[in-house]
Nanobody, 123 residues
């Protein structure tokens, strides 16, 4: 395991969770970082990404206005604040660091992955 994601859990629809991600082996302060998710029976999809300095972010359309990605390079941490959660947000969430400093939604750019954390939203 290269990146460690944490903070998942079970919440009611409309609730909030904050996911955290850190690279346990090296700093990713010079890398773009993204959050992905994979629901049962579905492919892993991009959720949110952030550039190396936090200056640029991008989101999947369905989470815009509800999720916020941020980073604290001093702590080598990246976060995903998820508000107003919906049942369709239920998935295993993964963080990953990219081989570019820029923000990107392209999964092929992400080379280091975490083990995932489960988010379950009940309606």
């Amino acid at each position: 395991v290269q990146l460690q994601a944490s903070g998942g859990g079970s919440v009611q629809a409309g609730g909030s969770l904050r996911l955290s991600c850190r690279d346990s082996r090296r700093t990713f302060t010079n890398n773009g970082v993204g959050w992905f998710r994979q629901a049962p029976g579905k492919e892993r999809e991009f959720v949110a990404g952030i550039s190396w300095n936090g200056g640029s972010t991008t989101y999947k359309d369905s989470v815009k206005g509800r999720f916020t990605i941020s980073r604290d390079n001093a702590k080598n941490m990246v976060y995903l604040q998820m508000n107003n959660l919906k049942s369709e947000d239920t998935a295993v969430y993964y963080c990953a660091s990219a081989r570019t400093a820029a923000v990107t939604s392209q999964k092929t750019y992400y080379t280091r992955w975490g083990q995932g954390t489960l988010v379950t939203v009940s309606s």
